[in-house]
């Protein structure tokens, strides 16, 4: 059974940092494309940040260098480095897994994956 645990989320003040981590046991994160996505009270659920089993990441315009994604395949954990933080990055933070054979691909919520339980992330101004 796969499990994906996300830690790292709190109260933090704007201008602040935060890292994110997800932990995965059930299945090895090198096989998988992987994904952090953030939802906000009355909002849908957005992607920030993925990364492809090569090492390929893109990012939400909105954080783009201020976020970065990495994983530590020895770990088998996923992390987002969330720098000079915004009142608006307040969110429930979701990491996502998916399987795929490809190196260069992207998660795509449209296919079978797994999702974490979340971790709020709260930045106060």
């Known amino acids: 059974q796969v499990q994906l645990v996300e830690s790292g989320g709190g109260l933090v003040q704007a201008g602040g940092s935060l890292r994110l981590s997800c932990a995965a046991s059930?299945?090895?994160?090198?096989?998988?494309?992987m994904g952090w996505y953030r939802q906000a009270p009355g909002k849908q659920r957005e992607l920030v940040a993925a990364?492809?089993?090569?090492?390929?990441?893109k990012y939400a315009d909105s954080v783009k260098g201020r976020f970065t994604i990495s994983r530590d395949n020895a770990k088998n954990t996923v992390y987002l480095q969330m720098n000079t933080l915004k009142p608006e990055d307040t969110a429930v933070y979701y990491c996502?897994?998916?399987?795929?054979?490809?190196?260069?691909?992207?998660?795509?919520?449209?296919?079978?994956?797994?999702w974490g339980q979340g971790t709020q992330v709260t930045v106060s101004s």
């Open positions: 996502y897994a998916q399987s795929v054979s490809s190196w260069y691909v992207f998660p795509a919520e449209g296919r079978q994956g797994y």
């Open positions: 059930g299945t090895i994160l090198s096989n998988n494309a």
């Open positions: 990364t492809t089993r090569g090492g390929i990441t």
